[in-house]
């Protein structure tokens, strides 16, 4: 560090100079002494921190999957259904995909009860994954219109995609990831097509167990005038016809047979449990769930313990 050529001149004048004024003769070569000092060691941690910000962000590890989109799954459901969201808070807690970043969260319209304030409030501090829309709790009275078209107003960030799932279907995450994967990320709507034996999917709209729009088309239903002039209905109908009005969602996939209904439940829409699944409609009863759980050995993960005796 070269030191201010300031300090060194004049020595003599300074040692003749009485001991008060060689102080205040000092102060200021101390001074400079003192900023460069902080100059320099400012320069040092900026350069330390951008060293370990830059490693931090470098793939470390090339055998970890990339992630390569983003998905919200809002499972709209009442208030009321505390049970229910406990037990799929389970179900999707204990499942993750490693190549997409997926966040399930719970949706349904204002709170009617004084103790609904407390308790969803108690949830959201301890799970933040509930989403309160501007509706009232009526059957086809636009929950679905308004789920979509509010999201770009209340999200914090947009996702690849928007999923619209219900409370009584039992999402595979990874198989759904690896299925979206290798989708187009715009103009998509994906799920199940409606009549149960069809296998076209641009013919009709796809069913409201769970399907997924792509975001440009989560911001088409905010925008468009033709989804805010047709929103009583079934729900999930009205999604595919202002989808056809608008000419919109050119990438149109029916995942049959990976999404179904519980079997026996539905016609022509159920068949057998099959290893390939994504999605299973119409749990109802503990014992269609228990079914489905332990065909697909959720539980098999459960470790030995001397804590328990399952
Ligand atoms: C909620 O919706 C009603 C109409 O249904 C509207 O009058 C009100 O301004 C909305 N509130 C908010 C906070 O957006
Ligand atoms: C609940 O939603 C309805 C819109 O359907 C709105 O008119 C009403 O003001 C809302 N209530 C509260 C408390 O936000
Ligand atoms: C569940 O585990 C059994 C026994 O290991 C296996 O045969 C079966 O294929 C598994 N089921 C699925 C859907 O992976």
Known sequence: MNLPSKVFVNVKIYLKMPRRRRILATLPSLAIIIITTFFLFNIYVKSQSKFTSQTAATPHDSHQPKIQFSLLIGILTRADAYDRR????????????????????????????PEQKLLISLEILRYNDIIILNCSENM???????????????????????????????????????????????????GFVIPCPSMNPFVHYMSGMGFVLSWDLVEWIRESEIAAKDISGPEDRLVGKWLDMGNKARNRYSNKPAMYD???TNGRCSHELIPDTIAVHRLKRWDQWQNVLNYFNVTRQLKQSKLYTI
Do not use: W
């Open 86 to 113: 406990h037990f799929l808070r389970l179900i999707y807690g204990i499942q993750s995909s490693a190549i997409a970043k997926i966040d399930v969260k719970f949706v349904f319209c204002n709170l009617t009860k």
């Open 262 to 264: 519980y079997p026996g």
């Open 140 to 190: 086809n009275s636009g929950k679905t219109y308004t789920y979509f078209s509010s999201l770009p107003g209340i999200l914090p960030h947009r996702y690849d995609y928007v999923m619209k799932a219900d409370d009584d279907v039992y999402l595979r995450l990874e198989p759904l990831a690896l299925s979206l994967s290798v989708k187009p990320r715009s103009d998509l709507y994906y």
